[in-house]
């Protein structure tokens, strides 16, 4: 049953995890895979942590990874990488916007900051890129295309041509901001490369 | 068929199915797991009349009226959704459906977002209807256009159940020739005997209802929906829904006995499966609904420790069975260390949310307040939550009993129209003094953001009359109805507490569009004064994600002062509104705190 491949993406809610959960999951459809995806909507999401799931494979049949299978993190954001941590397979690879959403439980006062983030990433994940996912956006005009520069950075990792994730990624965003999301994608792509 | 191949959430798929099966009339009330389900219908609004309805008991009706018309109509709602619905169901079961009638019930194991996980495959027993159970979006799309087809064939309504998994999961879906099925003919005519349930006709069509069940029990024995996966005769397992994913992911090598058309059983199919394999385990997600009847079968199913019976089912919890069953070592979740004491990251009122000065005022009151659904974030501020519009009556409930303090009923304003009225009037007929707030943010906010009666707005996106809640109360006989705006803290608590304290029933609407919904950033902005902040911390009860503390002095780390986050600001006021020292100020122009 191993032939399946399981990617996670988790962040805070209005990310944009969802978009880019769609253009995986369109990428692998393409590819020629059976694909699942799965997230829970409604009541937490707003502010909250947020976790969505891709699988694929020559056939794929629960929509939930199993426990500690995860093959690729998508994380936005650097204390949801850690709350995912232990469903990670010890082989697993951890791609990892550098920000941080301070959550209202740590602005507020009631529990400390984790202090030391990095290096509990870097004990969770052997296999870890951290990158300027937010950053590079900004820099292109729109930080809200932090999700597409990191489906880009994931991208090396999968084994389908760039045709494919050109498509995906064509299809799915909003079509006003499609130079935008495709140079987003691209950049991501180059980061990991 | 590339071309015709969608990957499909199962709210998307059932959508694709009522509009592949001819369906002409959708109805229902928002709720998660099934909301999409409707919104995805009205994108068919070119073939498919779609509504929100002011409930689910309302929507079923509209359906029921449009079965009898002859056309294939859907309803859709989340699992408590059918207990206000079930009321027009049961009876439905023995009415003729004309049309097509297919009832969408999206439960929610494991209570992602609701207040119980009861099991629907219970009403479909108890209605005495056909039962259909889809395991991914393909067969949510397949067996919806299966239900019409059923439905209309035995004038039956049939009860499509989804999970939350099923339906908020995506998967890819054939679509096949994606053009309508022709409308069956029919068309409403006049005959009493099975329209009418006078005791004289419902003892009449009781048999019917029986010898109905009688037929479609041999259409699941050979229904595709029922089928049989060899494998291993040593360990034969059957499964319905979701769990048939599971099964087939952890116990490859079983035998399967895979049940899509769950009501009424295919007795004879079972005992065949069963005599097939040396054990047999059922596996089920929630209620045990087969098990229970595959053992009045006489059929001996093996038990097992691991209890299935209570929350969602995952790949890890069946691995933990299969141990069980094979005697091998239970399965871990290792840990990394890395998790140890993160930070919770709770779901949050937005900032500017006008909800929060209400619970804010209700709590500085110290009242008791009666909660309601799409209410729940702030738990700390309610005493009770039951059901939708529960509230009103609650309040009423305790007032009886002689509760002496404060009270109130809390609800929105789609709870309001959805079921609160009846509750409000209730409480002017029979003489009571309740005080009902309804946070009015002028949308179903919880569930996504959807249409109600108070917003001008339609499902089909056409513009209707935008009804009142004031003249809604005063209509139903409320005299004390007052309107405040949640930003004016001051006048919020006044309100609050003179209509508490009033000796007679009173109705508070507390406005303030939903943030989310309006996204209009006020040009207002506000700054903590860093030197009249005194650390003080009253502004962080307000618990808004724009308030943040940050270290005040180097040589003090236990000082820590105030601070407003620009990118979440919306300039609502509140935090200048409560407080004490001054220390928040209205700053003319964007600045970088």
Redesign the interface.
Known sequence: ?NNITNIALVG??GQGTLLAS?VI??AA?LAGF????????????????VVSQVRFGEK?????????ETDFLVSFEL??S??Y??SVADTGTAVINRQII????????Q????EDIYE??D??FPKNKIIDAMDIAGALGNIKATNMVLTGALSNFLDFDEAVWEQAVSELVPPKHKDLNVKAFAEGRRVTA | MTDNKKFLSGNEAIAHGAYKAGCKVAAAYPGTPSTEILENVSKFKESIYCEWSVNEKVAMEVVIGAAFAGVRTLTAMKHVGLNVAADPLMTMSYLDANGGLVIVSADDPGMHSSQNEQDNRNYAKFAKVPLLEPSDSQEAYDMTVEAFAISEEYHTPVILRMTTRTSHSSGIVDLGDFTPLPSSGRTYEKHIESTIPTPLHARNMRPKVENRTNALREVAETSNLNRIEPGSDDLGIITSGIAYEYVKEVFPEASILKLGFTNPLPAKLIKRFASSVKRLYVIEELDPFLEEQIRAMGITVQDHKISLCMGELNPFRMKQLRSEIYGEPAPEIRSKGVTEGLPARPPVLCAGCGHRSVFYALNRLKATVNGDIGMSKPLYAMDTVVCMGASVGNAFGMEKAGYKNRTAALLGDSTFFHSGITGLLNIVYNRGASTVIVLDNRITAMTGHQNHPGTGKTLMGDATKQVSIEQVARGVGVDRVRTVDCYDMAAVEQVLKEEMDADEPSVVIAQRPCIIGSRVKTERQFVVDFDTCKGCRICLRLGCPALELGDADPNNPKLQKARINHVLCVGCSMCQQVCPHGAIQESPVATNN
């Open positions: 049953m805070v809610g769609n999951s369109r459809m059976d694909v699942k995806k799965s997230e829970v909507h409604g009541m937490a999401q707003r502010g909250g942590s794929v049949y629960s929509p939930i990874i199993p426990e500690g204390l949801e850690l709350r941590a232990d301070v959550p209202v439980t740590v602005s507020s006062g529990q400390p900051w984790v509990r990433i004990r969770a």
